[in-house]
């Protein structure tokens, strides 16, 4: 029987600036590894869209005319639609952050944020993980009350491997990652959990269970 390769998630990209749109659907397909089914320039033509086009997760700016990302995500959800959405705003605002994460959306990324951050922020919505822009936490915007408890499977094997002393280069070659997808993992865990330097991060995987005392 002959294996094949995994698919690459589709996304549906939503923002009302064009340019914004071929910008990030370029740098996302190269950079992420995702394939972009389609974008729509606003909230009203994405929903025409999701039925036809199908796709696996949806990235949706949050500031756009007519119906806002909010508001969409909500109609989403109301319908019962539960693929993940990741939102995109350039406002470093409590209350749109609140509001968005409570509206249902899987995650919020700043469009101040790294091209690296927000490639790391695509492939964990791709495949449903929370993901809060590191910014919003560090500025104390925004709390992430999963805290350890949210770290995911993969930032739990990074986090022990650290614990065991091993560097970026060496996790990235034991868990067969990007040294740059390490360092993102990395920093998730700073964000998420507060530990700022190897000694907090190996107490914190000793506390887990992640590793011997």
């Given at each position: ?43 009203e033509?994405?929903?025409e869209l ?6 696996d ?28 959405v ?30 690296e ?32 408890a ?8 990074v ?6 002393g ?48």
């Open positions: 029987m002959v294996e094949t390769e995994n698919p690459k998630k589709r996304l549906l990209l939503v923002d009302d600036h064009a340019l914004m749109r071929d910008l990030l659907a370029r740098e996302l397909a190269e950079g992420a590894g995702i394939e972009v089914a389609g974008q729509a320039g606003s909230a033509d994405a929903l999701i039925g036809p086009l199908d796709p997760f949806l990235l949706v700016d949050v500031a756009m005319s007519g119906m806002d990302g909010i508001a969409f995500v909500e109609r989403l959800r109301a319908s019962g639609d539960m693929r993940p990741l939102m995109l705003t350039m406002h470093r605002d409590r209350h749109i952050a609140h509001r968005a994460l409570e509206a249902g959306a899987t995650g919020i990324a700043l469009k101040q944020d790294t091209l951050s927000l490639v790391f922020a695509v492939r964990q919505t791709a495949v449903g993980e929370r993901y809060i822009s590191a910014a919003l936490l560090e500025d104390g915007l925004l709390s992430d009350k999963g805290g350890v949210s770290l995911t499977a993969r930032e739990r094997d986090l022990a491997l650290i614990a065991q091993q560097s970026t280069q060496a996790v990235s070659g034991t868990l067969g990652l990007s040294p740059r997808t390490v360092d993102a993992h990395r920093r998730n865990i700073i964000a998420k959990t507060g530990a700022r330097n190897a000694a907090h991060m190996t107490r914190l995987a000793i506390s887990l269970g992640l590793a011997d005392a």
